[in-house]
């Protein structure tokens, strides 16, 4: 199972000064379909308004991904047991820090789901864990990443 994603990158000086690291790291992502992100560096990396406060950086876009991809495959694995979701809202939190191997980058990132279920067939708590190891187990994103990622329940 081979696929190809792509995403466009686009930046642009807009005549500003480049030496001295006085930039703007704001520029946009583009997606099939047409859809367009306004991008940044992070403001807890580079402070506005090398950044801007009202576009995604690098590290939410992980952490969305994440929880994405996570959320995709629980609710499909959920619907295959006969489950109804309802609602599925995650305040995922990613952290940054130094890895093993010295460089820094997101060390951990940690879902917090809260999922409301309907229907006559409610799932127990063991089976909410089932569901979330399978989810976490089949995900691209977390297959793909080295950080720890965890779950936490927000009930």
Same mark, same amino acid.
């Given at each position: 199972?081979? @696929?190809?994603?792509?995403? =466009?990158?686009?930046?642009?000086?807009?005549?500003?000064?480049?030496?001295?690291?006085?930039?703007?790291?704001? @520029?946009?992502?583009?997606?099939?379909?047409? $859809?367009? $992100?306004?991008?940044?560096? &992070?403001?807890?990396?580079?402070?506005? *308004?090398?950044? !801007?406060?009202?576009?995604?950086? *690098?590290?939410?876009?992980?952490?969305?991904?994440?929880?994405? #991809? @996570?959320?995709?495959?629980?609710?499909?694995?959920? &619907?295959?047991?006969?489950? +109804?979701? /309802?609602?599925?809202?995650?305040?995922? $939190?990613?952290?940054?820090?130094?890895?093993?191997?010295?460089? =820094?980058?997101? $060390?951990?990132? !940690?879902?917090?789901?809260? +999922?409301?279920?309907?229907?006559?067939?409610? *799932? =127990? /708590?063991? %089976?909410?864990?089932?569901?979330?190891?399978?989810?976490?187990?089949? #995900?691209?994103?977390?297959? &793909?990443?080295?950080?720890?990622?965890?779950?936490? %329940?927000?009930?």
């Amino acid at each position: 199972m081979a @696929h190809e994603y792509f995403a =466009t990158v686009v930046w642009d000086r807009n005549g500003q000064t480049f030496p001295g690291n006085a930039y703007s790291r704001a @520029h946009v992502w583009r997606f099939d379909g047409g $859809v367009e $992100v306004p991008a940044s560096a &992070s403001p807890l990396v580079l402070p506005p *308004p090398l950044s !801007k406060l009202d576009a995604v950086d *690098p590290e939410e876009a992980l952490t969305a991904a994440t929880s994405s #991809c @996570h959320m995709l495959f629980f609710l499909a694995m959920a &619907s295959k047991k006969g489950f +109804i979701v /309802d609602s599925y809202e995650d305040e995922a $939190v990613a952290t940054m820090g130094k890895a093993p191997n010295g460089r =820094t980058g997101v $060390v951990a990132i !940690k879902l917090r789901p809260r +999922i409301v279920f309907s229907g006559a067939k409610r *799932p =127990t /708590d063991e %089976d909410i864990l089932a569901l979330h190891h399978a989810a976490h187990e089949a #995900c691209y994103i977390a297959n &793909s990443l080295t950080a720890e990622i965890t779950v936490e %329940d927000r009930a």
